[in-house]
């Protein structure tokens, strides 16, 4: 009988689990996601950088241009 109520309760709590994983799914992401604006603005001001540092012979920073 007690190894039924561990088995019992594994399975409560496998099940669950697998719920809470689900609706995380499809309820999406649950922090807040940057607006596409932002992300464009960050990108064009970073590449503004790069090149600006191009042309006046500073080194550009690896990691900072690409994604």
């Known amino acids: 009988m007690k190894k039924s109520k561990f088995g019992t ?4 709590l496998g099940a669950l689990a697998l719920v ?4 995380h ?3 999406g ?3 807040p996601q940057p607006t ?3 992300t464009i603005a960050e990108k064009a001001a970073s590449i503004r950088n790069a090149t600006v ?4 012979g500073k080194e550009i920073e690896k990691g ?3 994604c």
């Open 9 to 12: 309760i594994g399975i409560i």
């Open 20 to 23: 809470l994983a689900l609706v």
């Open 25 to 27: 799914f499809w309820s």
């Open 29 to 31: 992401p649950f922090s």
């Open 36 to 38: 596409l604006e932002t």
């Open 53 to 56: 540092n191009a042309l006046t």
């Open 64 to 66: 900072k241009l690409c």
